[in-house]
Structures are given as structure tokens and as C-alpha cells.
């Protein structure tokens, strides 16, 4: 029940800042990437890409790990595949498993990733100061490990 105004009036809240920062974050990611020449970073199927490392992984771990059904992926990583970005090899572990792995292109692609996050946050550390970045840090990885462990004991 509604007790007062104040019950139902828009709040801003750290939640909202977190998620700001995020897609601001993100936005800019996007941006620098398509800029260098990375276009797929402005849709989904760059998404995809934050999630394979050098060493590619397991495609039904790259599903769980994004959130999507299997279907969601395959799409994505067609594309992906047909810009020559990824590839799809059969898992030495499992035989009916596919793993993904990144391409020349994808490991370019990978390369300039790790220099644009530098180069972001590089600027945050100009804006906040290396001491106030540390302390942002070390609270954001405290509040993700408090976040992951409350998920395993659900």
C-alpha cells in the first residue's frame, strides 16, 4: 500500500549509477572499436567477444556465460564466423562439443580491446585520481565477490 509521494517518485539510487557508469562504459567500447575498424562491436554479436579469450572456450560455456539460449549464440557466432572473426573447432574433450576460438582477425580484434580498455581507464584515472580509481576497484570487486557468492548459495 501506498503510505505517501515519496513512496512512488523516481529514486535515484547506486544501482542506477552502477548501471550508467556501465553502458557508458560499454557505449564508449563500442564506439572506439567500430572506429578501428571493428564493426561488429556496435551489435550483439560483439558482445560475444568479451567472453573468448585467447584460448577460446567451450561453446556451451560461452551460453551460460552470456545469458542466451544455445540458439541465440549459434546465430551470433555465424556471423561472427562468416566475418572471419571466429571459428568453431570440434572440443579434443568432448567429441560432440564445439569450442570457439579466435581467427588472426579475432586476435587483433582482442589486442585492440585490451588497448582501449587501457586507454578508458587511463581517462578514469585522470578524472578520478589513481587513489579514488584504487578505492573504486577494490569496492567493485568486493561487491561482485559478495554478488557471485550469494549466486552459488541460491
Sequence with gaps: MVKSLDDVRSVDH?????W??????RDRMRREMAARGFPWHMEARGDVLAHV????LAQTVLAERMGLSKQAVQQLLDQLEGEGVI???PDPCDKRARRVELTGLGLFDLVERNAVKREI???YK???????FAQMERALRILNAR???GEEGS
Design 14 to 18: 547506486i544501482g542506477l549509477s552502477l
Design 87 to 89: 571459428q568453431r573447432v
Design 53 to 56: 579469450g585467447p584460448n577460446g
Design 121 to 123: 581507464e587511463d581517462e
Design 147 to 149: 554478488s557471485a557468492a
Design 126 to 132: 585522470a578524472i578520478l585520481g589513481t587513489e579514488l
Design 20 to 25: 550508467r557508469a556501465a553502458q557508458n562504459w
